[in-house]
């Protein structure tokens, strides 16, 4: 038996040989979730006391968090519904301009989002604006090993402009369709978050005792004091 960060001692198992695989038999928490939830685990104590912004409301990490924080801001984007706009309960946020007023949050986390966001500098930008001083962002994206990021499509007039060969990935909210791929992140992505502001940036290898857990890296970036 090992130990999930989100639901305590549980088992594993493995339902393929791919990434998504893996997964918690208590709360379902997939090789993602389970890697910033570890990393959350190790850089983030008293999570009971702190304020969360999570770009998700559904699935183990917004439960978990939903469970631990002082307060858990949760939300999904929902194509053609404005920024704060209830859809089904749930707020519709765009990472490119959040509704959450500057310096809300202590700890803001997400899993898989920036990759699909056309602007990321605009993205960077506010998530950084919604970190109180002092806060925490951890996350992840997948990382293709190179050193720098690769452009793989353009927002162009309102319409996606593919500059290599398009790639979209599985998104359960577009189920048929998948979400499309703007970019290839490389280790640069720190130098992303440099840009915008955030300080002690780095990518943190996986900390784990899970077997067969092949987890992910974690991007983690902090707003300064002051």
């Given at each position: 038996?090992?130990?999930?960060?989100?639901?305590?001692?549980?088992?594993?198992?493995?339902?393929?040989?791919?990434?998504?695989?893996?997964?918690?038999?208590?709360?379902?928490?997939?090789?993602?979730?389970?890697?910033?939830?570890?990393?959350?685990?190790?850089?983030?104590?008293?999570?009971?006391?702190?304020?969360?912004?999570?770009?998700?409301?559904?699935?183990?990490?917004?439960?978990?968090?939903?469970?631990?924080?002082?307060?858990?801001?949760?939300?999904?984007?929902?194509?053609?519904a404005p920024p704060g706009e209830l859809v089904g309960g749930i707020p519709c946020q765009d990472v490119q301009a959040l509704t959450?007023?500057?310096?809300?949050?202590?700890?803001?986390?997400?899993?898989?989002?920036?990759?699909?966001?056309?602007?990321?500098?605009?993205?960077?930008?506010?998530?950084?604006?919604i970190l109180r001083p002092g806060g925490i962002m951890l996350f992840t994206v997948p990382l293709s090993g190179l050193d720098q990021?690769?452009?793989?499509?353009?927002?162009?007039?309102?319409?996606?402009?593919?500059?290599?060969?398009?790639?979209?990935?599985?998104?359960?909210?577009?189920?048929?369709?998948?979400?499309?791929?703007?970019?290839?992140?490389?280790?640069?992505?720190?130098?992303?978050?440099?840009?915008?502001?955030?300080?002690?940036?780095a990518i943190h290898g996986p900390r784990h005792a899970i077997p067969w857990l092949h987890a992910r890296e974690v991007i983690v970036?902090?707003?300064?004091?002051?």
């Amino acid at each position: 038996m090992s130990t999930c960060p989100f639901c305590g001692p549980t088992v594993f198992v493995r339902l393929n040989v791919s990434e998504a695989g893996l997964r918690c038999v208590r709360c379902s928490a997939s090789t993602v979730h389970l890697s910033l939830g570890l990393a959350l685990r190790s850089e983030v104590p008293g999570l009971s006391r702190l304020a969360v912004c999570e770009l998700s409301a559904r699935g183990p990490l917004a439960g978990y968090l939903r469970r631990t924080a002082h307060r858990f801001s949760g939300s999904e984007y929902f194509d053609g519904a404005p920024p704060g706009e209830l859809v089904g309960g749930i707020p519709c946020q765009d990472v490119q301009a959040l509704t959450y007023p500057s310096q809300s949050f202590d700890v803001v986390t997400h899993t898989e989002v920036l990759e699909h966001v056309p602007d990321d500098a605009r993205a960077f930008a506010e998530l950084y604006r919604i970190l109180r001083p002092g806060g925490i962002m951890l996350f992840t994206v997948p990382l293709s090993g190179l050193d720098q990021t690769i452009d793989r499509a353009r927002l162009h007039e309102g319409e996606i402009e593919h500059l290599l060969e398009p790639v979209y990935h599985a998104d359960p909210q577009r189920p048929s369709s998948g979400i499309s791929a703007f970019r290839d992140y490389g280790r640069d992505i720190v130098e992303r978050l440099n840009a915008a502001g955030f300080t002690g940036c780095a990518i943190h290898g996986p900390r784990h005792a899970i077997p067969w857990l092949h987890a992910r890296e974690v991007i983690v970036g902090h707003r300064p004091q002051g």
